[in-house]
């Protein structure tokens, strides 16, 4: 009883620091195929709700999409990082972001006391996007454009309707999808999202759960504390690569539009949320301005 006591005493001061504070979450990876990490996700969230923060959850679903696209026989393909997203592809991207797993996590948070509700970044055009291209250079001449089909980028967030909801006791659960300039739907990586909305908001903190303890160095060492110029000698040098050169660059845009924080956690880890917000040791990397 006195070591949960102490637990309590050592979460004190950053309940009370961050009272009112915008928190933008970015829930991905195992923490959202293994049951247990479903279920301490949703006890943290509402948890942060009730003692005054303001939590704002962007989740992902690239398992779940992977699923679904296989046993439709669409084949998936990836650059840096990021899904080819034909109109085949968009419809199943979609279907499983806004219907499936967005209505999952807002049931578990819901059962367990708190008051969820779920988005789509289309829903009063919260997430305004446009198409994203990529560069890649060509031998023997220059940077070509690669056509990666519906796959967007934020470009405006309606950051009025959000802290509307926020000032409530609603807990906004967004999906990944954008509104594009003809009306049409574009699928944008969560990171992405995730970083527009904390720099928008002016988030606190902006916390990316993901399947690794945080950036690692070339010797898979964990780094603590990284800036902005730290990180991109880790995309010179190729200490960077795959799926989390998307979350770096949603983390210096975030920072960059006046997020406070970011930090990025093992989401693998048991109410890795709490560990990072109420503990002096935290539980990630640290990537701050």
Not at 46 to 67: A, C, M, R, S, W
Not at 101 to 130: H, T
Not at 141 to 163: A, Q, Y
Not at 174 to 183: D, M, S, T
Request: proline content about 4%.
């Amino acid at each position: 009883m006195t070591h949960k006591a102490s637990v309590l005493i050592e979460a004190l001061p950053y309940i009370r620091r961050f009272q009112g504070a915008v928190i933008v979450i970015k829930y991905g990876g195992h923490a959202m195929v293994d049951e247990a990490l479903k279920q301490s996700f949703a006890e943290d969230v509402t948890l942060l709700k009730y003692v005054g923060f303001k939590p704002v959850v962007v989740h992902g679903g690239g398992p779940q999409i992977n699923d679904l696209l296989e046993r439709l026989n669409i084949r998936s393909r990836f650059v840096n990082g990021l899904r080819f997203t034909d109109e085949a592809t968009m419809d199943v991207v979609e279907m499983v972001l806004s219907g499936q797993v967005g209505q999952e996590i807002v049931g578990r948070i819901n059962r367990i006391g708190g008051l969820a509700v779920g988005l789509s970044g289309k829903d009063a055009r919260l997430i305004e996007a446009r198409r994203k291209r990529l560069a890649r250079d060509e031998p023997g001449g220059g940077p070509e454009s690669v056509d990666i089909g519906l796959v967007g980028e934020p470009v405006r967030v309606n950051t009025e309707f959000l802290d509307h909801l926020t000032a409530s006791s609603v807990i906004p659960v967004i999906a990944p999808v954008g509104f594009g300039p003809e009306g049409e739907t574009l699928n944008v990586n969560a990171d992405s999202v995730a970083g527009a909305l904390a720099g928008a908001l002016k988030a606190e903190k902006l916390i990316l759960l993901t399947d690794v303890e945080g950036v690692l160095d070339r010797d898979g060492r964990l780094l603590e504390r990284l800036s902005i110029a730290e990180i991109e000698k880790l995309r010179r040098e190729g200490t960077v690569s795959g799926g989390m050169i998307p979350k770096l660059d949603g983390v210096a845009d975030a920072l960059a539009a006046g997020c406070r924080g970011v930090y990025i956690v093992d989401g693998r880890r048991p109410h890795a949320l709490l560990l990072e917000l109420f503990t002096d040791q935290g539980c990630g990397t640290a990537i701050l301005p």
